[in-house]
């Protein structure tokens, strides 16, 4: 039974972590692309034989997506996918258009105002411009789609709004038959990673990569959601024994490395969903507050912060950096990223405040269509 608007702190906590991941290992193996830092000197930050803590991150950040929409409970008239679709992909979609087109821009003048530059050799036409207003530029020129793509959100972003765009039926079958509906989706991934490696764009988009393969983790995350509060509290320690195992094993796992992701991912989960008590404690409010705020900006600081990062490093390229000068640049990635993203957060306030006044002048502020 789905519990209407409940809110658990942990998947915050995780969520916030998760974000944490996936900026670090940008910042960390943009040295090595940079030409600043070896890659055996930057690996061993954010990978051993078994773990890789970006994909992790990734698998996380789809799992509690999917559990966050189920948790998120349905409107007065009950689940509306027209709402649904209104405010997803308001939310996701506005901020991406702002970003790229003040990333443009900043490009366009860097360019001396060509604009030819920023799209030479991609054989994208005026059409590809659909993909841009879906927010899924980047995640199809991973395919060799042309697109006019400027690498804002990455592939993530096009996954997500994939993810998105299913999500209604995703959680109508999962209203009629949770049981059906975990066991088709095994099948289902256990039948994709089986075939996956026979198909011709299996070479250039590794599963990780690709939205066929990473709905399941979001999808198991709407299922957990679901059962969540089914879920005994001691299973935080086969959690913690099999997160143990991948972190010290020195041998690589046999088997399709998506299942040791999705292994992991779900660990993970389990292990901060049995300290949710903890994370209610009268000690942990004020951290809770601050965990909380900073998830609320968590979306707009990862579409802005590969830009800072790729702008900031770039021009350093092939200069070998000492670690004091390497932490004086995270740092700077750091603050130039929170600062923009406090610049985009007061645009998008405004623009909210905006489109809020002009609907209670028009008389719509008596009902929320």
């Not at 658990?8 to 974000?19: A, N, P, T």
């Not at 969540?228 to 299973?235: G, Y």
């Not at 995270?330 to 007061?346: M, R, S, W, Y």
Request: aromatic content about 16%.
């Amino acid at each position: 039974m789905e519990e209407k608007g409940k809110r658990y702190r942990f998947m915050d906590v995780l969520r916030l972590l998760s974000m944490l991941a996936i900026v670090f290992y940008h910042m960390t193996v943009t040295l090595y692309l940079m030409g600043i830092r070896q890659l055996s000197s930057v690996r061993i930050f954010y990978e051993n034989a078994n773990m890789h803590i970006a994909k992790v991150g990734v698998g996380l950040f789809f799992m509690l997506s999917g559990a966050g929409l189920m948790l998120s409970g349905e409107g007065k008239n009950g689940f509306s996918v027209k709402d649904f679709y209104r405010k997803r992909f308001v939310r996701i979609l506005i901020p991406f258009y702002i970003v790229y087109a003040a990333y443009f821009l900043y490009l366009l003048i860097w360019n001396g105002g060509k604009t030819a530059d920023l799209f030479a050799g991609r054989g994208a036409n005026p059409l590809s411009a659909v993909f841009t207003l879906l927010g899924m530029d980047a995640y199809l020129s991973n395919f060799g789609i042309p697109t006019y793509s400027l690498g804002i959100g990455e592939w993530f972003l096009g996954c997500l709004v994939i993810m998105y765009l299913i999500y209604p039926l995703l959680r109508r079958l999962l209203k009629r038959n949770r049981i059906l509906f975990a066991g088709i989706l095994l099948v289902y991934y256990i039948g994709i990673l089986s075939v996956y490696g026979r198909f011709s764009f299996a070479a250039s988009v590794p599963p990780f990569l690709n939205a066929a393969v990473k709905i399941f983790d979001f999808a198991l995350g709407m299922f957990l959601a679901d059962i969540l509060p089914k879920i005994p509290k001691w299973t935080i320690f086969p959690a913690l024994a099999v997160n143990a195992f991948y972190a010290v094993c020195p041998v690589t796992v046999p088997g399709n490395d998506s299942f040791g992701i999705v292994i992991q991912c779900l660990a993970v989960f389990l292990i901060f969903y049995g300290l949710e008590p903890f994370f209610g404690k009268d000690a942990a409010k004020g951290p809770m507050k601050a965990v909380s705020f900073l998830c609320k900006v968590s979306y707009e600081y990862y579409l802005i912060h590969h830009v800072v990062i790729d702008a900031l490093t770039g021009r350093n390229r092939n200069i070998p950096f000492s670690n004091f000068d390497v932490l004086l640049l995270f740092l700077k990635e750091i603050l130039l990223t929170a600062a923009l993203t406090a610049v985009l957060k007061l645009i998008l306030w405004g623009i909210g405040r905006c489109f809020l006044k002009k609907h209670e002048e028009s008389g719509g502020g008596k009902k929320d269509e």
